[in-house]
């Protein structure tokens, strides 16, 4: 009993030895150090995959939008899509964009439109949920990004 005792009181004693010996931890980022920074969302994005409903749909691989760094946008191989022609594009927010805003040359109306971006193998890609037409339709747009 006596040698549980001075066990218990032993690993005490080396407990409280080692937490008060430890330096308080400071947090070296903080709001006034951090800042985030802009998504970079020019490149030339492939679509690679299409749903509508959550079904998969045919193979568009061959269609392209290419967002330019001059905020403005070329399609390739179009397809049906919220817009049909070369524009200019823009985004909600720069360090935190959920829509894109695409505004085809030659017309006034702005098509906005909610996006999505996450990293899958170590590659970029963007979504683009739409609803053209009817409203109960809803269509995802995979884009991955095209790298040179």
């Given at each position: 009993?006596?040698?549980?005792?001075?066990?218990?009181?032993?690993?005490?004693?080396?407990?409280?030895?080692?937490?008060?010996?430890?330096?308080?931890?400071?947090?070296?980022?903080?709001?006034?150090?951090?800042?985030?920074?802009?998504?970079?969302?020019?490149?030339?994005?492939?679509?690679?995959?299409?749903?509508?409903?959550?079904?998969?749909?045919?193979?568009?691989?061959?269609?392209?939008?290419?967002?330019?760094?001059?905020?403005?946008?070329?399609?390739?191989?179009?397809?049906?899509?919220?817009?049909?022609?070369?524009?200019?594009?823009?985004?909600?927010?720069?360090?935190?964009?959920?829509?894109?805003?695409?505004?085809?040359?030659?017309?006034?109306?702005?098509?906005?439109t909610l996006i999505g971006f996450r990293t899958v193998d170590?590659?970029?890609?963007?979504?683009?949920?739409?609803?053209?037409?009817?409203?109960?339709?809803?269509?995802?747009?995979?884009?991955?990004?095209?790298?040179?």
């Amino acid at each position: 009993m006596k040698l549980n005792m001075r066990f218990t009181m032993g690993v005490f004693f080396t407990l409280a030895i080692a937490v008060s010996s430890c330096d308080t931890f400071k947090d070296e980022i903080t709001p006034e150090n951090y800042s985030e920074v802009a998504k970079k969302i020019n490149a030339n994005w492939q679509l690679s995959a299409v749903s509508r409903n959550g079904i998969d749909m045919m193979d568009f691989t061959r269609f392209h939008i290419v967002l330019n760094e001059d905020n403005t946008y070329e399609i390739e191989n179009y397809l049906p899509f919220i817009v049909k022609g070369n524009g200019s594009w823009s985004v909600d927010d720069p360090i935190y964009p959920f829509h894109l805003l695409l505004k085809e040359n030659g017309t006034e109306k702005e098509v906005k439109t909610l996006i999505g971006f996450r990293t899958v193998d170590g590659k970029r890609q963007m979504t683009i949920t739409l609803s053209p037409g009817c409203h109960t339709n809803k269509y995802i747009y995979t884009f991955k990004q095209v790298t040179e």
